[in-house]
């Protein structure tokens, strides 16, 4: 069989198919999450086609609850994708993000990534090193905790469901959608999650959790 590398498959468009979708929102589906990058798409086909964005309608017809669209629409706000200041929605098309490097990653950041790390292993998995960029990502460039990012941990295991880093990064997302950045934003808003008792009250220690407690002593005490 021969090692060269398939060039793919190509694809042929729908013909008179009116809907155009920039490159740019492609790039960056895998840091907004197929449900924000999917919302972002129907708010474009809906302006080209002269039609009025309504939450309930464009919710039932991606199969999603209301909350789930509002959510979608403040990261896209945040994100820089649409502008929704004055009485209509204007569509942007952000920056894209520089990619976040572990090779830049020192002192204290350092502390806490590595502690991160080690605690998605304990936990999970070893992340590969494109989980640990997007870790990264999102202590760098969302400027989420890890402390939070360690709770969306302990969430996606008390799930019920397979864990998964796309699962883990949903959480996330989700809870960056309603202003979550701190482990004290989640105490202030504690329908949020379920497991920060257990957490707090665990007596039994894996390594990784001994090691947090050591570099950082005044966490989740």
């Not at 464009?58 to 502008?83: F, T, Y």
């Not at 990012?149 to 969306?152: G, L, N, P, Q, S």
């Given at each position: 069989m021969s090692g060269r590398k398939s060039k793919g498959v190509l694809l042929r468009g729908v013909e008179g198919l009116p809907i155009m979708v920039p490159r740019e929102i492609l790039k960056c589906q895998a840091v907004l999450g197929p449900t924000v990058t999917l919302v972002w798409i129907n708010l474009t086909a809906l302006s080209q086609l002269g039609l009025p964005l309504q939450i309930h309608?464009?919710?039932?017809?991606?199969?999603?609850?209301?909350?789930?669209?509002?959510?979608?629409?403040?990261?896209?706000?945040?994100?820089?994708?649409?502008?929704?200041?004055?009485?209509?929605?204007?569509?942007?098309?952000?920056q894209m993000e520089p990619a976040a490097s572990l090779e830049r990653v020192e002192g204290a950041e350092l502390d806490s990534f590595t502690w991160l790390v080690e605690y998605l292993s304990a936990r999970v998995n070893a992340p590969s090193p494109e989980e640990k960029r997007k870790l990264l990502h999102w202590m760098q460039n969302k400027n989420l905790s890890h402390e939070v990012?360690?709770?969306?941990v302990e969430e996606m295991c008390a799930s019920g469901v397979n864990p998964s880093f796309p699962y883990l990064e949903g959480i996330l997302r989700n809870w960056y959608g309603v202003g979550i950045r701190s482990y004290n934003d989640l105490l202030e808003n504690p329908y949020l999650t379920k497991v920060l008792g257990p957490i707090a009250s665990r007596k039994v220690r894996n390594p990784a959790e001994q090691r947090w407690r050591e570099v950082f002593p005044d966490e989740f005490e």
């Open positions: 309608s464009l919710a039932e017809q991606m199969g999603l609850d209301k909350r789930e669209v509002s959510q979608a629409l403040a990261l896209l706000a945040d994100g820089g994708w649409i502008n929704d200041e004055g009485l209509e929605i204007q569509l942007t098309l952000a990012i360690a709770v969306a």
